[in-house]
């Protein structure tokens, strides 16, 4: 599906904050309200939009992200399932996805212990360690999350969302209940999210700025399904050789407009990033002109794509 300039438009201040009002958006965009609200129904209908959610910052809500991925072994299909179904079951798994690459499946689990993670793992691998072939856990830290562009021109600018940089803070069960439903879908008024919760409009709209505020609800996105727009999502993992230069890389990475997200990770590679390209070859050339720029600096890197999300909750891109 080719997108126009219009569509274009309202994609990216859509990216940047998908919770914008009409009113907003139409001022923004310089077309009336009922152009703008008809485009979005059109590319809903298309399946290029597919939700619009929070971004939230678990780790303000006192939570550990742990990532983990597998390799089978000795494994059809059927074995793969009844491993997805276990981890479906288990409430503190929040995403599970499909790869395609040197791993075949990575999963997330939010602890607020490490014990918790722990019971987890202990009893996966329990029942499943014999069709595992190798594993890789890290935990992230910092996850830096940009307004995807890359449907527009280089010009467009990068809007940085920070999460995982910790820092509990004090949440009750009411502002939970609005993270979990306003954060299913950010387009929502607060008097549709209050008449579900059964609280007040201002309730909602108070507590939602104090959530933005604090940074506990870092922005809002739109899920975008690239593969729509003929592009496809990769993830690549970068070994440096020293980190002399890695705030330099990390600039240069978020300049680029097919990097949507950088992330930060304890037992992971130096840097990971998420990116979005039409085609194995761009991606490829991206990464060879990024070694040119950083010689001496990237040792090397590996990269896969995500194929599809069997169960998904709360993590991030």
Excluded at 122 to 150: G, P, Q, T, V, W
Excluded at 165 to 180: S, W
Aim: with cysteine; glycine share 6%.
């Amino acid at each position: 599906i080719k997108l126009d300039e219009w569509n274009k438009k309202i994609l990216y201040e859509l990216e940047k904050d998908a919770s914008i009002g009409l009113k907003d958006l139409s001022r923004k965009i310089g077309r009336s309200k009922e152009f703008i609200s008809y485009r979005i129904k059109i590319l809903e209908h298309e399946g290029i939009i597919n939700g619009y959610t929070a971004i939230v910052d678990m780790s303000k809500l006192g939570y550990f992200t742990f990532r983990i991925y597998l390799k089978f072994q000795n494994s059809d299909e059927q074995d793969i399932k009844e491993v997805i179904n276990f981890l479906k079951e288990k409430e503190k798994v929040w995403t599970i996805a499909k790869l395609h690459g040197k791993w075949d499946y990575a999963f997330f689990v939010g602890a607020k212990q490490i014990s918790d993670f722990h019971d987890i793992w202990n009893s996966f691998l329990d029942n499943f360690k014999d069709r595992i072939k190798e594993s890789k856990i890290a935990i992230y830290s910092r996850i830096h999350n940009f307004n995807k562009r890359f449907f527009v021109s280089s010009e467009a600018v990068a809007i940085e969302r920070v999460i995982g940089v910790g820092g509990q803070e004090n949440v009750d069960d009411t502002d939970l209940a609005i993270i979990n439903e306003w954060g299913k879908n950010v387009r929502q008024s607060a008097v549709e999210v209050g008449e579900k919760l059964k609280i007040s409009p201002k309730t909602v709209s108070n507590r939602l700025k104090v959530l933005r505020k604090k940074k506990i609800i870092a922005g809002c996105k739109i899920d975008i399904d690239q593969s729509k727009l003929g592009y496809q999502g990769y993830r690549v993992d970068i070994s440096l050789n020293n980190t002399i230069r890695k705030n330099e890389l990390f600039a240069y990475c978020k300049k680029l407009q097919n990097i949507y997200q950088i992330n930060d990770s304890i037992g992971g590679a130096d840097l990971e990033l998420e990116i979005i390209v039409k085609d194995l070859d761009e991606l490829l050339n991206i990464m060879n002109s990024m070694i040119v720029q950083f010689k001496g600096t990237i040792r090397d890197y590996e990269y896969f794509s995500f194929l599809v999300f069997p169960k998904l909750t709360i993590v991030p891109d």
